[in-house]
């Protein structure tokens, strides 16, 4: 069964913006995250929340931001002044046990995944 669902990727030019939201279909998260990869290098942490807390990757703080719904259902991920270098697929993930007390961005982490939804910026 599916757990985590990815939407609001899609190509854009430099400067703009995006909104990512992953559903979680099944559970509330303790922990819920945004990756990103591109084809041949490992994955990356973007951005994570645990209850209030968030953290974020050097490369898109002050750009992006991390949220969720009220009822830990949608977590997003709002994008701004977007860069040629943020193309990538991004992944939604989470976690139910209470392994880490703060924010991650270690893949190891999280052990639920959504399929991932592209982002692609054009210069």
């Known amino acids: 069964q599916v757990q985590l669902v990815e939407s609001g990727g899609g190509s854009v030019q430099a400067g703009g913006s995006l909104r990512l939201s992953c559903a979680a279909s099944?559970?509330?998260?303790?922990?819920m995250a945004w990756f990103r990869q591109v084809e041949g290098k490992p994955r990356e942490g973007v951005a994570a929340?645990?209850?209030?807390?968030?953290n974020l990757a050097t490369s898109v703080k002050g750009r992006f931001t991390i949220s969720q719904d009220d009822d830990k259902h949608t977590l997003y991920l709002q994008m701004n002044s977007l860069k040629p270098e943020d193309t990538a697929m991004y992944y939604c993930?989470?976690?139910?046990?209470?392994?880490?007390?703060?924010?991650?961005?270690?893949?190891?982490?999280?052990?639920?995944w959504g399929q991932g939804t592209q982002v692609t910026v054009s210069s």
């Open positions: 099944v559970y509330t998260y303790s922990r």
């Open positions: 929340l645990r209850d209030s807390k968030t």
């Open positions: 993930a989470a976690s139910r046990d209470d392994l880490f007390s703060y924010p991650s961005l270690s893949v190891s982490a999280y052990n639920v």
